[in-house]
């Protein structure tokens, strides 16, 4: 099992700027990627940054040039600081890791979601 432990988050005003974190823990073999994604009230989840193992990373045309995502992979965390934030960035914020965890005789896939974080924008 693989969890994922998320912080950060609350109330903040349009202009503002919040992070957040999120570090895996578990019977971890390899992650090949960590990232952020959202969910607004009545609207579906959607991807806000993903960083996978390689360096690649990639944003939401919505967030570019305002949140940036980075990681540290000794201590399996992925951050996200939001800086700019507007009113239509509110949503429930989640973590989500993907990647391999020990088993026998072969590593296994995990895809794992942290329990969400609260980010109000409003003044």
């Known amino acids: 099992q693989v969890d994922l432990v998320e912080s950060g988050g609350g109330l903040v005003q349009p202009g503002g700027s919040l992070s957040l974190s999120c570090t895996a823990s578990g019977n971890i073999f390899s992650i090949v990627a960590m990232g952020w994604y959202r969910q607004a009230s009545g609207k579906e989840r959607e991807l806000v940054a993903t960083?996978?193992?390689?360096?690649?990373?990639n944003y939401s045309d919505s967030v570019k040039g305002r949140f940036t995502i980075s990681r540290d992979n000794a201590l399996n965390t992925v951050y996200l600081q939001m800086n700019s934030l507007k009113p239509e960035d509110t949503a429930v914020y989640y973590c989500?890791?993907?990647?391999?965890?020990?088993?026998?005789?072969?590593?296994?896939?995990?895809?794992?979601w942290g329990q969400g974080t609260q980010v109000t924008v409003s003044s």
């Open positions: 960083a996978n193992s390689g360096g690649g990373i």
């Open positions: 989500n890791c993907r990647g391999y965890y020990r088993a026998s005789p072969v590593p296994r896939m995990f895809d794992s």
